[in-house]
Every structure is written in structure tokens, then in C-alpha cells.
């Protein structure tokens, strides 16, 4: 029985190193906040356009971050 739990712990710290890799992944300048902030009134939700003017940067990226920063689903 100590293993299952055991197992279980494991699951549950690899789950939250993913989460803050992923966190971490989405870190943006000051710049690139304000620029996607500017993009997101001018053309809204169309993340691809915003990620023509961010160099190395994903729609998925910009949108994961702008959901996770700004959505307001609360």
C-alpha cells in the first residue's frame, strides 16, 4: 500500500514541475507585454498577427499568455 502512495507523489510532483517549466516558458519582457497589449486592442484575438511581430515567439505561446495573464473567465 505504501507504494501506491507513494507512486502517487511522484505523479503529483512531475505534474507540478511541468506546470512551472511551462510557467517559466512563458516569460515576457516588459516590451513584448506591451506590444501584445497594443496588438490585442488593435486585432484582437488573432494571435498569429501578434506573433509576426514578436521574433521567436508562437500564437500558442502569446495566447497561453495572454489567457493566463488576462483572461477573465474568474
Wanted: aromatic content about 10%; hydrophobic content about 30%; charged content about 35%.
Amino acid at each position: 500500500m505504501a507504494d501506491s502512495e507513494h507512486s502517487s507523489s511522484d505523479e503529483t510532483s512531475v505534474d507540478f514541475k511541468e506546470e512551472t517549466s511551462k510557467e517559466s516558458e512563458l516569460e515576457f519582457s516588459e516590451d513584448e507585454e506591451t506590444l501584445i497589449i497594443r496588438m490585442f486592442n488593435i486585432v484582437g484575438e488573432r494571435w498569429s498577427l501578434i506573433a509576426g511581430r514578436i521574433p521567436g515567439r508562437t500564437a500558442e505561446e502569446i495566447e497561453e499568455y495572454w489567457n493566463t495573464r488576462y483572461s477573465t473567465s474568474e
